[in-house]
């Protein structure tokens, strides 16, 4: 049993980025006291993963998940507590990072393709299939600031996951994106499983990470709210009533996010 990563007693300490009033600057000055308070994002946060588990990261929004997976990809650097991980690292953390927008889709897929550590020719020789899965057409020579959100997040997942590596990292990916390209992604994530990769699947659709992931990890306010088999996270969350609330005639994006994961 080889372990992919450990996240040991992890804390995270962001400074409230307000913009104060002159007023408030002076009466600070005066009062000695600093303007911007902080809190923590992660609070001794301590969990080991097994190569090849596929681990769901749920929790409310601002609970800490992004800045959880910056910490084990390596982006930021915790203030207190430890990260050990284990191999290559691949995935998208946030749409579009690592983009620039006056560079085509094709320069954008090589400088992101080196970011994530390919080498020109291995770039060279998967650059087709990374075009091909993004599918942005006559787009490709043309800068992505031009792009639809969509189409940002269509180049990114597709280049990160053409990328051999032992983890990967998938936050919210299937959040843009329309339901044709999420089938896509959902299927793509699901033979990078198979394959023994070690995953780390953000989302709110409690089907796709039912379907996903073997256990879950809840973060409730910077904090390890529960860790164990998904069932009884989505029990934690309260997302298994899901269906009684009233919402849209359609129904909320997660659920058809759900609707597409039972089709894979
Ligand atoms: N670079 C940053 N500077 C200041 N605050 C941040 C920064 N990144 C995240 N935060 C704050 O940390 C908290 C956790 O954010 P995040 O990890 O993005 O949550 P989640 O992904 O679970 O929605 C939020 O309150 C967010 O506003
Ligand atoms: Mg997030």
Redesign the pocket.
């Given at each position: 049993m080889t372990t992919s990563i450990v996240v040991d007693n992890v804390s995270k300490t962001?400074?409230y980025?307000s913009h104060p009033t002159l007023k408030k600057v002076l009466q600070n000055r005066l009062h000695g006291s600093r303007s911007n308070e902080t809190f923590k994002?992660l609070d001794g946060v301590s969990f080991e993963v097994r190569q090849g588990e596929s681990i769901g990261l749920m929790?409310l929004?601002?609970?800490?998940?992004?800045?959880?997976l910056k910490l084990v990809s390596g982006v930021m650097v915790p203030d207190d507590g430890k990260v050990l991980t284990r191999g290559r690292i691949s995935g998208l953390i946030a749409t579009g990072a690592g983009f620039h927008n006056e560079l085509t889709g094709r320069e954008n897929i090589y400088m992101n393709a080196a970011m994530l550590g390919m080498t020109k020719d291995e770039t060279d020789s998967k650059f087709d299939d990374i075009a091909g899965f993004a599918d942005v057409g006559r787009f490709m020579d043309t800068p992505v600031g031009n792009y639809s959100s969509g189409m940002f997040a269509r180049l990114g997942f597709s280049v990160a996951v053409h990328v051999d590596c032992d983890i990967f990292i998938a936050d919210e990916v299937l959040a843009v994106g329309d339901r044709p390209f999420k089938r896509k992604c959902l299927k793509r994530m699901k033979e990078i499983r198979e394959s023994g990769i070690t995953m780390f699947y953000?989302s709110h659709s409690a089907g796709s990470v039912k379907k996903m992931c073997d256990r879950a990890i809840v973060?409730d306010k910077g904090r390890v709210g529960f860790d164990g088999n998904v069932d009884d996270a989505i029990k934690y969350l309260h997302y298994d009533g899901d269906d009684e609330e009233p919402d849209g005639e359609e129904g909320s994006e997660d659920e058809r996010d759900d609707a597409l994961a039972s089709d894979i």
């Open positions: 962001f400074r980025q994002a929790g929004n601002g609970s800490g998940k992004s800045t959880l953000v973060l």
